[in-house]
């Protein structure tokens, strides 16, 4: 059982993310990219990208990783980025988390414990840039 210390670098407030789209039900990437901005201009700590708020299980695997993309890409490294992986199946968030941890995030936030080892991270808590890597259930 983690002991916490992987959470010693998450203080601060944290915002989850809506995942905006057009008229068109594609993804708003330039609603996306002022949210990104607003928050950090606000001095937000991070972001939680495709979870509940974000409509993480509603969107395609393709749809997650291009909100993931561009919130990284946005950030430019002004804020902690925590990658909700969470799938019905398996195999989808072993993709979103090697999709993640490619991408950048700084977290990963996940239901399941048999993806651990699956991806190149120790364990899918946390990414390698997080000072003690665990394996942490939020």
Not at 127 to 132: C, D, E, F
Request: positive net charge.
């Amino acid at each position: 059982m983690p002991d916490g210390s992987v959470f010693k670098d998450m203080a601060g407030a944290y915002v989850a993310l809506m995942t905006p789209f057009t008229k068109k039900d594609t993804v708003n990437v330039a609603v996306l990219e002022q949210q990104v901005d607003y928050y950090a201009a606000c001095g937000i700590r991070g972001l939680y990208v495709t979870g509940g708020t974000g409509e993480g299980l509603l969107l395609t695997l393709a749809e997650r990783k291009h909100v993931l993309e561009t919130v990284v890409r946005a950030n430019a490294g002004r804020m902690r980025i925590i990658a909700h992986i969470g799938c019905i199946n398996t195999n989808d968030a072993v993709t979103l988390a090697r999709h993640a941890e490619k991408t950048g995030a700084d977290w990963m936030y996940r239901w399941h414990r048999s993806i651990s080892g699956r991806h190149s991270q120790p364990r899918i808590g946390t990414t390698p840039k997080s000072p003690q890597p665990r394996d942490c259930l939020f």
